[in-house]
């Protein structure tokens, strides 16, 4: 193949772009991004040693003494004892609960 000559004007530009192109670009992490790196990095360690500390001593004392029957009760209590407050409420036609309902029924019914 035959080079190609360069006009008489341009003697040395294709050298230096050749220069210019095998340039290697700087290492992007500097500064803030190094700081964001590191810091991504103290939390992902502060989170890997929770998750470790949950699974070895945390998650035995559990199966160890389970609570999970007594939450049961009083979530269950507490839930009839609101219903029983929501019925008293209720019951009377002229109770205030009643009133707001009507008011919401009659609002979308127009």
């Given at each position: 193949m035959a080079k190609k000559k360069t006009p008489p004007g341009f003697d040395g530009f294709k050298e230096?772009?050749?220069i210019v192109e095998t340039k290697k670009e700087p290492s992007p992490i500097k500064g803030k991004e190094g700081y964001a790196v590191y810091s991504f990095l103290e939390q992902e360690q502060k989170r890997l040693t929770s998750l470790d500390d949950l699974f070895t001593n945390k998650y035995?004392?559990?199966k160890r003494y389970p609570q999970?029957?007594?939450l049961l009760v009083n979530e269950i209590y507490k839930r009839n004892m609101l219903k029983d407050q929501l019925f008293e409420k209720l019951k009377y036609g002229d109770s205030p609960l009643n009133k707001h309902?009507?008011?919401i029924f009659n609002s979308a019914f127009k």
């Open positions: 230096v772009l050749d035995n004392n559990i999970t029957e007594k309902f009507e008011q």
